[in-house]
Nanobody
Framework: QVQVVESGGGLVQAGGSLRLSCAVSGSIFNINAMAWYRQGSGKQRELVAGFTSGGSTNYADSVKGRFTISRDNAKNTLYLQMNTLKPEDTAVYYC??????????????WGQGTQVTVSS
């Protein structure tokens, strides 16, 4: 079993920055992909940024150039540096870990989410 715990959300003014962290523990030997998702109020959950099973990174068009995903393999921790935040970035951010991005929704391990609120 895999445990996923996010931290680092909060309230920030537009233009500000936040850094999210995601600690993964447990039976991680099958974890090849890790990603950040978000779900705004009344919206569908969307992929924000992720490491694919091949090690490459994917970003949503809306965050390219502003968000950076990184990881510390020694600490089994995933990060999301969010800069130049906009009110439309307001959402609950989820970290997920699994075999690959394509099957993450069905078979990945998910955290409880952390709220990010960007005020205008």
């Amino acid at each position: 079993q895999v445990q996923v715990v996010e931290s680092g959300g909060g309230l920030v003014q537009a233009g500000g920055s936040l850094r999210l962290s995601c600690a993964v523990s447990g039976s991680i030997f099958n974890i090849n992909a890790m990603a950040w998702y978000r779900q705004g109020s009344g919206k569908q959950r969307e992929l924000v940024a992720g490491f694919t099973s091949g090690g490459s990174t994917n970003y949503a068009d809306s965050v390219k150039g502003r968000f950076t995903i990184s990881r510390d393999n020694a600490k089994n921790t995933l990060y999301l540096q969010m800069n130049t935040l906009k009110p439309e970035d307001t959402a609950v951010y989820y970290c997920a870990a699994g075999i690959d991005i394509a099957t993450m929704s069905r078979f990945g391990s998910w955290g409880q989410g952390t709220q990010v609120t960007v005020s205008s």
